[in-house]
Nanobody, 126 residues
Framework: QMQLVESGGGLVQAGGSLRLSCAAS????????MGWFRQALGKEREFVGF????????YYADSVKGRCTISRDNAKNTVYLQMNSLKPEETAVYYC???????????????????WGQGTQVTVSS
């Protein structure tokens, strides 16, 4: 079992930056792939990026590539999403998610993740 708690959301002006954090429980955190997704009001949940366990490779949606960075601190059981040059259309609830170490599918899809946080609201004003 793993529990995830996001923090760091808030109101930011367009062009600004935010760093979201996701604190995880569980002793096997370092072996989990951690993903970030977002969901705007009335829209489907959207992939933002993920970071693999152990090796820590990162992959991003084209819409955020170059502006977002995902990192993890395995000693703190925490994963981060640094977002720069934010746009109003990126206003959404941001979720972190965890996929177990034995999963062999694609981490680009929400259905690949078995554990989810409650989400944190990010509002980007124009």
């Amino acid at each position: 079992q793993m529990q995830l708690v996001e923090s760091g959301g808030g109101l930011v002006q367009a062009g600004g930056s935010l760093r979201l954090s996701c604190a995880a429980s569980g002793r096997a955190f370092r072996s989990y792939t951690m993903g970030w997704f977002r969901q705007a009001l009335g829209k489907e949940r959207e992939f933002v990026g993920f970071i693999t366990g152990l090796g820590g490779s990162t992959y991003y949606a084209d819409s955020v590539k170059g502006r977002c960075t995902i990192s993890r601190d395995n000693a703190k059981n925490t994963v981060y999403l640094q977002m720069n040059s934010l746009k109003p259309e990126e206003t959404a609830v941001y979720y972190c998610a965890a996929a177990g170490p034995y999963y062999s599918g694609s981490y680009y899809y929400a259905s690949s993740y078995g554990y989810w946080g409650q989400g944190t609201q990010v509002t980007v004003s124009s």
